[in-house]
């Protein structure tokens, strides 16, 4: 049984920051790509940023250069370091593990509120 558990959100001032983790298991962590994702009220769910079994990244141009993803493969854990954070960041942050061929799976999020 794969399970993916996010924790680290909550309420944070803007210029905040924020660690997101995403701990796997029933997976063989260290083969899959692994991806952070958000959603806000109204918006569609977007990629935020990625991490593969190589540990290439990408980011999506919005958080670039304020947030870092990173794992920890004896861990089997993925993180997000948020700083500098802004209002437009408020979303349920995601994560998600994909190999092909296999499935992908999502966690079940955790919310990240901006907010003075």
Do not use: H
């Amino acid at each position: 049984q794969v399970r993916l558990v996010e924790s680290g959100g909550g309420l944070v001032q803007p210029g905040g920051s924020l660690k997101l983790s995403c701990a796997a298991s029933g997976i063989i962590f260290s083969i899959y790509d692994m991806g952070w994702y958000r959603q806000a009220p109204g918006k569609q769910r977007e990629l935020v940023a990625a991490i593969t079994s190589g540990d290439s990244t990408n980011y999506a141009d919005s958080v670039k250069g304020r947030f870092t993803i990173s794992r920890d493969n004896a861990k089997s854990t993925v993180y997000l370091q948020m700083n500098s954070l802004k209002p437009e960041d408020t979303a349920v942050y995601y994560c998600k593990c994909a190999r092909y061929p296999y499935r992908d799976y999502w966690g079940q999020g955790t919310q990240v509120t901006v907010s003075s």
